[in-house]
């Protein structure tokens, strides 16, 4: 069985109705075989094979010529009472990666009361900045469309993300009721978000702490694919689709988890200081001696769930 749950997790099955053969340049498996030659004790933090949440898978929640866009809802079994909302984005430099890489942590996320929603996005692949922000956005609007057949609280919604994910995530809730990503809308619901997870997401592309730039002059950058031009080439569509610079008053608390690489958290300190005096709240957990992608494996799985849960918890429960 565990076999077959490591095919699951480290090889992307495309929809049928997409249209783009998917990037799977980055997969958990391979991030896997990378890191353990540098932390031989790692391992892979599997799915659940059964708990007590039930799972619904492939529901098109967006169509576009490129494809179906997808998601999975993982919720609590038997309850009545209206729930909060997990969104995970999912991480792979805009460009490879898919939805069922955070299902672990979204199974722990509905073991603790929370819905728990992992969702596809359009993937430089298929369509560039700010293409992904909308979908991300229709998601919630999706949620909150399907709240009551899951018992949804829409008032407490957040968007967790890991990586390229979380620099999405918190795009995502520094820009609610920003007209310049409200478009491509699938229904008339708001997609606003209440809290933000960012896990090892840069929040500047534009920074010094960054390094998006290709030092290659042969080769983009993951980025520069992403946004359709180098830095060089267009400066202002950086900062545009750079969290740190749409922070303020209207931004959501948000919650950093990292990793002690500095360039995987370009711009957060900056973007604390921008909200503070607002009094949104924020906190900033590190994690010494990490791997980048160290929330898919043991021994830090449990911390970055449990960090994540009491976030949460504090946010929407207390």
């Given amino acids: ?7 699951f997790i480290c090889c992307f099955t495309v929809s049928q109705a997409q249209k783009i053969q ?23 933090a599997y ?25 999975d809802v993982i919720y609590p079994k038997k309850s009545k009472k209206l729930m909060p909302a997990v969104l995970f984005i999912f991480g792979g430099g805009w460009r490879s990666g898919n939805r069922t890489q955070n299902i672990p942590l979204a199974q722990k996320m509905a073991l603790n009361g929370y819905v728990a929603i992992t969702a596809d996005y359009r993937l430089s692949t298929h369509a560039q900045f700010p293409a992904a922000v909308y979908d991300l956005k229709n998601a919630v ?41 409200e478009k491509e809308k ?11 997870i960012d896990v090892d997401g840069i929040l500047a592309f534009d920074h010094p702490e ?44 948000m ?6 690489t500095t360039r995987f958290h370009a711009g957060r300190d900056d973007l604390i200081a921008k909200i503070k005096p607002f009094g949104i709240y924020s906190e900033v957990h590190t994690l010494p001696d990490t791997p980048h992608p160290f929330w898919l494996f043991h021994p830090w799985f449990e911390e970055v769930s449990c960090t994540m849960i009491n976030f949460l918890d504090q946010q929407f429960k207390n």
């Fill in 141 to 181: 609007r999706w949620i909150k469309a399907n709240a009551d057949q899951f018992n949804i609280d829409t008032n407490k919604i957040a968007v967790a993300g890991f990586s390229a994910g979380g620099q999405l995530a918190a795009l995502v809730g520094t820009t609610n009721n920003d007209p310049q990503f």
């Fill in 210 to 253: 960054a390094a998006e730039v290709s030092t290659d002059p042969n080769r983009k950058s993951v980025a520069a694919i992403w946004l359709g031009a180098d830095l060089k080439e267009n400066p202002a569509l950086w900062h545009h689709a750079s969290p740190l610079n749409h922070a303020g008053q209207n931004s959501v608390p």
């Fill in 47 to 71: 799915p659940l094979e059964k708990g007590h949440f039930i799972t619904r898978h492939n529901i098109v929640y967006a169509k576009y010529p490129t494809g179906n866009l997808l998601l």
């Fill in 22 to 44: 998917a990037d799977t340049s980055f997969s958990i498996y391979s991030a896997y075989l990378k890191e353990k030659k540098k932390r031989p004790y790692l391992t892979i």
């Fill in 1 to 7: 069985m565990k076999f077959l749950t490591l095919i």
């Fill in 186 to 196: 699938i229904n008339n619901h708001s997609s606003h978000v209440q809290a933000v």
């Fill in 255 to 260: 919650l950093f988890i990292n990793s002690s």
